[in-house]
């Protein structure tokens, strides 16, 4: 049974940090995508970061520089760093998986993902 669940979402000002953890239950395959998403209210949701387990990573350009995206296997972890918060961040944060794709060209699109987290609020004022 594949479990995710995400912490570390909080309130913050502009300019500050917040770390992102998600933590992976239920390991399937040794390769796989993994990615950050967030949903602001009236908006679709959107992919912020993904890590596929080459480490490779691939970042939405609103957050290039400013957000680091990894993982720890041994911690059955993945991790979202956010820098130089601004207002437009706020959002629910979710992590997801793909098992047994490397991430590619459309890591972003939320439908390449076969499980999800629960989310994680991150308002930034």
């Known amino acids: 049974h594949v479990q995710l669940v995400a912490s570390g979402g909080g309130s913050v000002q502009t300019g500050g940090s917040l770390r992102l953890t998600c933590s992976v239950s239920g390991y399937r395959y040794s390769g796989y995508c993994m990615g950050w998403f967030r949903q602001a209210p009236g908006k679709d949701r959107e992919g912020v970061a993904g890590i596929d387990s080459d480490g490779y990573t691939s970042y939405a350009n609103s957050v290039k520089g400013r957000f680091t995206i990894s993982h720890d296997n041994a911690k059955k972890s993945l991790y979202l760093e956010m820098n130089s918060l601004k207002s437009e961040d706020s959002a629910m944060y979710y992590c997801?998986?793909?098992?047994?794709?490397?991430?590619?060209?459309?890591?972003?699109?939320?439908?390449?993902?076969?499980?999800w987290g629960q989310g994680t609020q991150v308002t930034v004022s």
């Open positions: 997801a998986v793909d098992w047994g794709s490397p991430c590619g060209g459309d890591w972003y699109r939320p439908s390449k993902y076969n499980y």
